[in-house]
């Protein structure tokens, strides 16, 4: 159990999607004008990450492992090469049921952020998770785990950026920096302080 | 697109004018993962390049035959199916690199940059235009990725592509590496640098005064 908690602080935290990585930059600079965009953003990041990074490791480790069709006499069989065109498959479909149920069930929440849900599908983050998973070999428990952690720790990161640039616009800056110059150095600045959850992680 | 531009003027609006990167906002991810070291950052950028242009290329001789309702998933399919040939071509014939890049490079497949591309451009243009704009996006890509990688690399490590160029103070030289350079962060403090910079001289990309929060302004894509 405690080794799961430390994975969700360690996919959350130490090594957080956007801010260490670089992932998910694009639509982490992109949507995070104003802290409302940002929160449905990161709600839906969560959402499709918990659910995604699972269920590719189902796929990967029934389908895709090598050996995984030792049952149908095909021992030698390693599918390993499509797993990036059937990462991004399931990714498309969850992304699409996920809009299709929020609009039948829950109209509000698909209003809210709506807009956001067809982005992901070419979200870099949310296929990383599931490349990561295949990398590090995660049960499908862990992958649950991962999943969730690595979209709540972007979801922290776009929300705190937003809430920084929406105050950002009272600041008389020079010209040049206005927008995407100064985002990238904020971005920078709350990356120095994610790499200190680093230093506590190797203590 | 009014009219035909000349080839040339597609292929080099992107470098500067137009870059992808620094004014588009597309392809960050990559642009500043893979900039530690310039021979990871000149890789991926022949990766991108490749990748682009054939991307580009097929969807346009294809256009008029893609259903629009599908449009997304014919593009990701013919790109993800390139992406896996360069990324076994890497695995066959550059291994340490490709470990290097780790994941990075499949991660091609849902770079906005391509995407963003095939679907604002190759998608309505004949094959020629198509490629030579996703050439230049490329060759804009490659050269953000390149100055932010050599910059890395240089103060970072001392060398460039693995040569020594400053003399290492342990080694009796004068040079300590800067470890920042090679951690996250300055890889933002960079790009941030040269966006200021490229808008300093292109004063007509700077982005207009939004004073006021509750000001609804739209999206930067």
């Known amino acids: ?203 | 697109m009014a009219g035909r531009p000349h080839l040339l003027s597609i292929l080099t609006a992107p470098l500067l004018r137009e870059n992808p990167v620094t004014l588009q906002i597309l392809g960050l991810c990559s642009a500043l993962a893979v900039t530690t070291s310039l021979a990871t950052a000149l890789t991926m950028s022949a990766a991108l390049t490749v990748v682009v242009t054939l991307a580009a290329g097929i969807i346009s001789v294809i256009r008029r035959h893609i259903p629009d309702a599908i449009r997304l998933i014919v593009q990701i399919v013919i790109i993800a199916s390139l992406v896996i040939v360069i990324d076994q071509v890497l695995q066959a014939f550059f291994y340490e690199i490709s470990r290097a890049l780790s994941v990075y490079v499949a991660l091609i497949t849902t770079n906005c940059l391509v995407l963003g591309r095939t679907e604002s451009f190759a998608r309505s243009n004949p094959p020629i235009p198509a490629m030579t704009d996703a050439l230049g996006n490329g060759l804009g890509y490659s050269l953000i990725l390149v100055v932010i990688g050599a910059v890395r690399e240089l103060f970072g490590q001392g060398t460039l592509l693995g040569v020594g160029v400053l003399p290492l103070a342990e080694e009796g030289g004068w040079f300590t590496p800067l470890g920042l350079m090679l951690l996250p962060p300055s890889g933002f403090f960079l790009l941030g640098g040269l966006v200021w910079a490229i808008r300093s001289v292109r004063t007509e990309q700077a982005e207009a005064a939004e004073f006021g929060p509750a000001a609804p302004t739209e999206a930067a894509e």
Not at chain 1, 94 to 112: D, N
Request: glycine letters at 10%; charged letters at 10%; hydrophobic letters at 60%.
């Open chain 1, 1 to 203: 159990m405690s080794n799961l908690a430390a994975l969700f602080l360690e996919a959350s935290f130490v090594s957080n999607m956007p801010l260490t990585l670089f992932l998910g930059l694009c639509t982490f600079i992109a949507l995070s004008r104003r802290p409302e965009a940002a929160l449905g953003l990161g709600v839906a990041m969560t959402g499709v990450m918990g659910v995604t990074v699972p269920l590719n490791q189902a796929v990967y480790d029934l389908l895709l492992a090598p050996g995984a069709w030792a049952w149908a006499g095909l021992p030698d069989l390693d599918l390993y090469y499509l797993s990036l065109i059937a990462f991004i498959g399931v990714i498309a479909a969850t992304v699409q049921l996920l809009e299709l149920v929020l609009e039948r069930y829950f109209p509000a929440t698909h209003a809210a952020f709506g807009v956001f849900l067809p982005l992901l599908t070419v979200q870099c983050a949310i296929l990383a998770g599931s490349l990561f998973m295949v990398e590090r070999r995660y049960t499908l428990v862990e992958s649950a785990v991962f999943g969730l952690g690595s979209g709540f720790g972007f979801a922290v990161a776009v929300v705190m950026l937003g809430a920084i640039r929406a105050r950002l616009a009272y600041a008389d800056l020079p010209a040049g920096l206005r927008g995407l110059g100064i985002t990238f150095i904020l971005a920078g600045l709350m990356s120095l302080g994610f790499a200190s959850f680093a230093l506590m992680a190797a203590q």
